[in-house]
Antibody
Framework: EVQLVESGGGLVQPGRSLRLSCAAS????????MHWVRQAPGKGLEWVSG????????GYADSVKGRFTISRDNAKNSLYLQMNSLRAEDTALYYC????????????????WGKGTTVTVSS | SSELTQDPAVSVALGQTVRITCQGD??????ASWYQQKPGQAPVLVIY???NRPSGIPDRFSGSSSGNTASLTITGAQAEDEADYYC????????????FGGGTKLTVL
């Protein structure tokens, strides 16, 4: 069964750091790009960051650029998000998601999502 | 970075057809994908590419695209289709950036 399991969330004070992890199973992890997507309470989905299969291409939303760092360890089938200088507005449920690109038509989509891990930034 | 625009809320009578739209410049370069999210649950992919449904998604869900606009159509909406729907696509500005629409709350009357 294809599965993504996030961990590492919690309550943290503003300005502090937190590291999220996403454990992947049931598929060949290093064949796929991966993403972090967050959802603030009562709000919509917001793309946070994405990383290619070999870490050669990385992107960040403007709202987290310079504060968050995405990385992956293909040997451990794991995705990470290092979050520094956290702000109240970073409070959200953080999902990791697997990206698929079809080779024939170059369709891009996120086909598998974890259940998320909650980050609360508050003093 | 690009933006995708969706209507915040749409309603449909039970058994009728509803179209949810998504507009943005990135859709001129990339197809949208669509996700259904019910309260307390993770998003679920319902449409990707030109008009493709993952296994297990009912055939009442379909997608289309023209220019900078993508549409998700539900033909014969059911009570269980009441949910939030999000579009997303790669961002045409480069790197590995993506963008989501703001979401549409679908109410089935």
């Amino acid at each position: 069964e294809v599965q993504l399991v996030e961990s590492g969330g919690g309550l943290v004070q503003p300005g502090r750091s937190l590291r999220l992890s996403c454990a992947a199973s049931g598929f060949t992890f290093d064949d796929y790009a991966m993403h972090w997507v967050r959802q603030a309470p009562g709000k919509g989905l917001e793309w946070v960051s994405g990383i290619s299969w070999n870490s050669g291409s990385i992107g960040y939303a403007d709202s987290v650029k310079g504060r968050f760092t995405i990385s992956r360890d293909n040997a451990k089938n794991s995705l990470y998000l290092q979050m520094n200088s956290l702000r109240a507005e970073d409070t959200a449920l953080y999902y990791c998601a697997k990206e698929v690109v079809t080779t024939r038509y170059y369709y891009y989509y996120m086909d598998v999502w974890g259940k998320g891990t909650t980050v609360t930034v508050s003093s | 970075s690009s933006e995708l625009t969706q209507d915040p809320a749409v309603s449909v009578a039970l058994g009728q057809t509803v179209r949810i739209t998504c507009q943005g410049d990135s859709l001129r370069s990339y197809y949208a994908s669509w996700y259904q999210q019910k309260p307390g649950q993770a998003p679920v992919l319902v449409i990707y590419g030109k008009n493709n449904r993952p296994s297990g998604i009912p055939d009442r869900f379909s997608g289309s695209s023209s220019g900078n606009t993508a549409s998700l159509t539900i033909t014969g909406a059911q009570a269980e289709d009441e949910a939030d729907y999000y579009c997303n696509s790669r961002d045409s500005s480069g790197n590995h950036n993506w963008v989501f629409g703001g979401g549409t709350k679908l109410t089935v009357l």
